[in-house]
């Protein structure tokens, strides 16, 4: 298979109904953050959609939670990429690059507020008017494991924070 031909699922076509949406000041993917740690400070808000608010309820009792987004910029997925912080080629699976055969970004960003059905959030590094596709709370007790290998990416660790996203993958 050709790592950017359209690839097509063998099984049911799933659909995800949009929760609401992130708002940040990234409107360009070039020179935005490429994960939370490298966005610290950099604040956004979350719009959650009126039928879904009821579903705040007690959210605001976490200090950080787990945004699952569509990385709506995303036009062609690609299943070898060269992530922002190598310079050699990977498998998407064995990299967070954004042109994921299934165009989903995850981020834990610190909630600093609830108020009706808007989120005051720290940390963002996803693109301003990014579909929401759910929220989760963070939980150290479930969400957090020591890690004992980390592949490719033992070579480059501690360069995160201060790496900015290029056109790569525009």
Known sequence: MVADAPIKAKHMDITFQPVGVIRTPFNNIKGMPIQPTGAVGICGTVEVYEP??????????????????????????????TPFLDSKEHGIFATRAPKRPNAIGFSIVKLNGVDGGMLQIENVDMLNESPLIDIKPYLPEFDQFPADRLGWYEAVQGKVKKHRSDNRFC
Do not use: A, N, R, T
């Open 52 to 81: 879904f608010v009821p579903g705040l309820q007690d959210l605001d009792g976490f200090s950080h939670v787990i945004l699952l987004y569509h990385l709506h910029k995303v036009e062609s997925p690609s299943l070898i990429v």
